[in-house]
Nanobody, 124 residues
Framework: VQLQASGGGLVQAGGSLRLSCTASGSIFSINTMGWHRQAPGKQRELVAVITSRGSANYADSVKGRFTISRDNAKNTVFLQMNSLEPDDTAVYYC???????????????????WGQGTQVTVSS
């Protein structure tokens, strides 16, 4: 499975960005896709993920500001990020998992495949 991410960049606080991630290869086993992020000196953390049934799970810090969606026909997930804050600055990684169970959704270790990462920088 290969994950190709796009989007990201530099934006002022209060602005918006949209990330996208397309999966290719042997994707039949993938049931969950989404985004994690890692800021300098911090551990990788969940941002938002969505299951193949469309159930979304968000970090508390982004609820109400970020929206994850998916286009199953295109094997693509999108992350619309609004009202961005400087604390959102991080490298954002697309992730995909096979057989991810509900209790493990928030754990980066539950995801089998990772994209290359895209930088999101929010200036104050």
């Amino acid at each position: 499975v290969q994950l190709q991410a796009s989007g990201g960049g530099l934006v002022q606080a209060g602005g918006s960005l949209r990330l996208s991630c397309t999966a290719s290869g042997s994707i039949f086993s993938i049931n969950t896709m989404g985004w994690h992020r890692q800021a300098p000196g911090k551990q990788r953390e969940l941002v938002a993920v969505i299951t193949s049934r469309g159930s979304a799970n968000y970090a508390d810090s982004v609820k109400g500001r970020f929206t994850i969606s998916r286009d199953n026909a295109k094997n693509t997930v999108f992350l619309q990020m609004n009202s961005l804050e400087p604390d959102d600055t991080a490298v954002y990684y697309c992730a995909a998992g096979a057989g991810v169970i509900t209790s493990s959704l928030r754990r980066p270790s539950a995801y089998n495949y990772w994209g290359q990462g895209t930088q999101v920088t929010v200036s104050s």
